[in-house]
Structures are given as structure tokens and as C-alpha cells.
């Protein structure tokens, strides 16, 4: 049986564009059930909004399962809320009590521009993606399954890193605003496998200096990892400093000649 | 990932690359933030190497005044005649001056840059989950470690403030005299507003080395699943021995231990 939640008072952050000055807004929620999702309970308060001739607050999501990375919300000072290892949409309405006050403010970064009230436009993230998270593979037929030998250990932690759903959460939970996990968990995934051996060092030498474009940087306090709803480790953002070292020293002669 | 508000940023295009800038290499790696904070973790190593001997160096002071005085000496004297005196213990301060100047910098750089990564806080207070004292102090901390480092050596470096610097002393069965520090150390805490500064000043560095040798780890790279809990604990280790050593001695001339 479901429970209800009574008296729940929502501080909203509403902002007309990238430019505009935004301002938090008080509503109510009378009464709500305990299995609700958070995005369920915005939903039911854009409903009420929009019946009142208001305008519905703006914000991201689209699976609601936790695999696409779009919802985006910054709940009571944490990202993503605060259950560990989960993200917004897989929040639900009993992690609350009667009578609580939710803030709800939007990821902030000057590489994530606020578009609308809670949404931000991370593209920032597809620029440090397109400048060395991929790998050069020959095209034609499907290959084999198995045809390059993986050990499994090796599998398992490129997996571990490959989870990161690009939400932005380690960005906006960092007190820097940096954005080594996310980059990190995109170099791990492919520096790990055979696969991504040959642009191993120019990827992770692009994607650095990309990152630095846009974003602040590492003071391993750890708030990413806390933060992430895929719980990936900052060892991830150790093998990419590491990695990024033997970039600009060992390989500095071959990358050189090209 | 999210929709695309129109930028400065031009479309997707695929190849972010850009042309490689030729730098020289140093300035090259220290041009990115990563390799700044290789920059702040071999100059961090450096001055805990300095804190660390000189901590132990100066536990001569439990041995007494001929003790100190002559390892002061030794210090002046090093790779004497080889060298002239005092050339080396120069070499070394240059040495460390350099590294502190590079922390500094690169303290200063990546703090603008987290700056401008962030321009609007939150408004709605954030909910730390494992950033600690420590880590989010740093740059306080620093900043009381460098203005203590000041005071420091205008009082027992070039006795600015402190008037016994200087004096020689002649110890018997040696041929000539040699700087009586030991003095110089006892008349300086026996104000009781410096030797707190000191243990102030000294707390703040251990709460600093309590965040920053923990966090070289991960600026270098050394990330082994089968050392990792020792990174920790080496870090705490470390600050509490320096903590503990450079605090008893203000504390022992208070309490009228050496005198
Ligand atoms: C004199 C003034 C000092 C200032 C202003 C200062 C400032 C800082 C700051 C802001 C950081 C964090 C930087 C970041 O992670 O982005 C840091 C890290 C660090 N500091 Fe200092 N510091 C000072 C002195 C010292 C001294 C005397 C020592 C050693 C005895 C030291 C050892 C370290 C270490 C080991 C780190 C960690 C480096 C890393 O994460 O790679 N610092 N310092
Ligand atoms: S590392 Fe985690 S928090 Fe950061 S973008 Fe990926 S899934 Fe989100
Ligand atoms: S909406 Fe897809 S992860 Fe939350």
C-alpha cells in the first residue's frame, strides 16, 4: 500500500534564459504519493501550473530509468538528490517526510549556461567527447564475437567506467566546477581496452586540454564520486592523470614524428 | 545529452581537435591543469621533505644548546671546504624558494580558473558529502602558512625581529664560534604571542598536508588498488609527525622544558 506525503513546500529556481536573473519560487504540494517520482511530483506540479495559466517549470529528463543522463537537478545542495548511486528520475517521493522544504536549483558551471529554470546546456561534455572519446575501427562486416581476447578484470573495470551517463552531476557537485570524472571515466573506458590502445595517448592528451576549455580543476575532494548516480570512482580520474603524464613524457618522441 | 542553446561554440562538428600549439615541454605541461597540479605536487613533496628534516633537525634542541648551535653549523658548513660556507645551505633555500614559488603560482592560477568555471554559486547551500575541513581550507591554510613563513624568517632567519640573532658563542674544546641559535630560539618563544602564532601556523599545516599528501596521490597518478587505504593513512601519519614535533618545541620553552 502506498502512503502519502502531506505538506511538502518545493523553492524552485525559475530563470527566463541564459541571460536573465533568476529568482527562487515557493509552491505547495498538499499531498502526494510516496510513489511518486520526484520528476512525477514536478510533472503533477506543471499540471497544476499550467491549468492555473502559469507558466510549467522548465526542466531536463526524457528516460526515467537512469540510462540517458538528461535529468539534471540539484535537490537540497546535492546533485542528483540525496540517495547515493542514483539519478534525479530515480528518486521517488518516500525519501522525503511531511512538512519538508525541497530547494531545487539547477547545475551550475559557466561551461553548463542555464537554458531555462532547471535546464543547462551540457554540450561542453560532446566537445570533450568528439576530441578523443572514440576509437579508429576498420568498417565493413560485423567481427567475431571474442576475436580480441579481453581478460575479464580488464572488461569489468572498463565497464565500471563506461556506466558514466554524461549527466554533468560530478561537474555541478564539484566545489571547482571540474570536470576530471566525467573525462576520466570516458578515458579509463577506452585507455582500458585493446581497442582504444592506438589513440590511447593522443586521446587522453586531447580530451585534457579540452576539458580545460571549459572547465575548473581536480582538488581530489571527492564530491564527483559522492554525487555520481553510477557511483564510478575517482581512481578513474588517477589513471587519467597518469595516463596524460606518460602522454606528454614517454610518448612525447612518437607523437613527435607524425 | 541536452539540447544545444545557441553559442560562441559553433556546431558539432566532429573534429574539436585543435592545431597543437609547439611550447617548450615544461611550459607545455604546465600550460593544462593537470599538469599544474603536477607542478603544485613536486613542489608540495619538495617543502614536506624540508618540513620533515628540519622538524627532525630541530629535535636537537632536546639535546641541548652545543648540540643545536653545532648542527646549525653543520648546515652553514656543508660540503665545506669544497664548498664556501654557507653556499650550499644558499643552493638548498634558493632550491626551496623556487618550489615555493611555483605552489604559489600554480595555486593562484587554478584558483582563478575554478573561479571562472563557476561565476554563479549556488544559491541554496550546498550539502558537502566527502569534502572535509581540510580539503576545502586550502588555500586559508596556505595563505596562514606563508605569512607565518614571513615572521619566521625575519625572526630567526635575519633577526629582523629578534635581536639575539646573529650572537656567536664559543663552546669549549672548538676552534672557532659558531651562531648561538639555540638563544635565539628560547628569546623568540618566550613571547607568548609568537609561539602561539607558531602552533597556530603549524596546526594549519597539518591540517594542510592532512588534505595535500593525500591528495598527490591522485594528481600522480598512483592509484593501486593494493596501497590505495594506505594513501590515507600515510597522510595523516605525516602531518601529525611534523604537527607534533614542530609544536612541543614552543611548548616546551613555555612550559620551562629547555630554557
Ligand atoms: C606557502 C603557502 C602555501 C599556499 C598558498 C598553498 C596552497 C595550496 C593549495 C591552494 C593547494 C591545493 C591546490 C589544488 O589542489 O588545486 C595546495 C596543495 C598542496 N600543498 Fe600547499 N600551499 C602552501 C604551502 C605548502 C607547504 C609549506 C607544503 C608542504 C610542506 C604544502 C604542501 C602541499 C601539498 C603536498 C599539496 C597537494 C598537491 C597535490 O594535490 O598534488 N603546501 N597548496
Ligand atoms: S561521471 Fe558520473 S556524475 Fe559525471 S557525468 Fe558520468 S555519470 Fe554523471
Ligand atoms: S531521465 Fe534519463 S537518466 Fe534520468
Redo the contacts with the bound molecule.
Sequence with gaps: MSNTIKNITLKIWRQDGPAAKGHFETHKIDEITDEASFLEMLDILNDRLVTDGKEAVVFDHDCREGICGTCSLMIDGQAHGPQRGTATCQLHMRKFNDGDSITIEPWRASAFPIIKDLMVDRSAFDRIIESGGYITAETGGAPDANLIPIPKPIADAAMDSAECIGCGACVAACPNGAANLFTAAKVAHLNRLPQGQAERYSRVESMVETMDDYFG????HGECEAACPKEISIDVIALMHKDYRKAKFSNRKDLARS | MAQVVASHRGPVTGTANKAKKRRPFLLDLYSTAVGK??A??IS??A??G??LFHMIGNLKMYAGAADLDHYAHFLQTLLYPLAPKGVVLWILRGGLVAM?FL??H??WS??MLNRKARPVKYQSARDYQIANFASRT??L???V??AF?VWHLLDLTFGVVNSEVGNKVLYPGDTEEVKAVYVSVIASFERVPVALFYIVANIL?GI??F???W??F???GWNNPRFNKWRRAFATGFAAVVVVGNVSFPIAVMAGVIS
Aim: proline share 0%; with cysteine.
Design positions: 580543476s581536480c582538488t581530489n | 597540479k603536477y603544485m605536487g608540495g613533496i617543502m614536506m624540508f618540513v615555493l605552489h604559489l600554480a595555486a587554478l584558483t586550502m588555500r591554510s596556505g595563505l602558512i606563508l613563513l599545516l594542510h598536508l588534505h595535500g599528501a591528495s598527490i591522485q594528481s600522480f
